[in-house]
């Protein structure tokens, strides 16, 4: 979805965007559509100045005025992710850019990573696999899980689904180097 329509007006607007700049860091609410999936899943959080750090982050941060806004929640697997593709990044027609879906899937893995050692991850490596065209403005579920630690870096792995039927549509392998200095809170 790219944005809500206001009362008298004609074009969407972005929901966060015009907050984002004026300082307000507020998430957005959680589209209808997933209360059912995520309901129950505890959203997971940056802690200390790692939420500060990250704010401006294209892909989670609530300060960037043109981000993913991408959330995460804790799964017993590792995490998941609300995701619906805005039409503004669409590719060929009603799929999304290829890179756009590779962020997306960065930005879950990382948190996978992330969780599993309590602060975040940069990216070292990743591959996206596409399966099927990644659709614009429908109900997608990101998840990510850890497959293997070596100490120093962490190897993840993940899929984005369609909400509704479950199809893959596209997966990703990344190695992630967690950040000694920030902590996420529990």
């Not at 609300?82 to 669409?90: F, L």
């Not at 975040?120 to 497959?147: F, N």
Request: glycine share 12%; hydrophobic share 40%.
């Amino acid at each position: 979805m790219d944005g809500v329509r206001i009362a008298g007006e004609s074009a969407p607007r972005d929901p966060i965007a015009a907050e984002a700049r004026t300082g307000v860091r507020t998430q957005p609410e959680l589209p209808n559509v997933f209360h059912s999936y995520f309901g129950n899943l505890e959203e997971q959080r940056h802690a200390d100045r790692s939420e500060d750090l990250f704010d401006e982050c294209f892909g989670c941060g609530a300060g960037h005025p043109d981000g993913l806004y991408v959330r995460c929640f804790k799964t017993a697997e590792g995490v998941a992710s609300p995701i619906i593709i805005s039409r503004k990044y669409q590719g060929p027609p009603g799929a999304a850019q290829g890179g756009i879906v590779a962020a997306y899937l960065d930005e879950v893995l990382g948190a996978a990573v992330a969780r599993l050692r309590g602060r975040p991850a940069v990216t070292g490596e990743l591959a996206v696999r596409y399966v099927k065209p990644v659709p614009i403005e429908t109900p997608l579920i990101g998840h990510g899980r850890v497959t293997l630690e070596h100490g120093r870096y962490v190897d993840a792995e993940g899929r984005l689904e369609e909400l509704a039927t479950g199809r893959l549509v596209a997966s990703a392998r990344g190695r992630f180097f967690p950040s000694e200095r920030m902590a996420l809170r529990a």
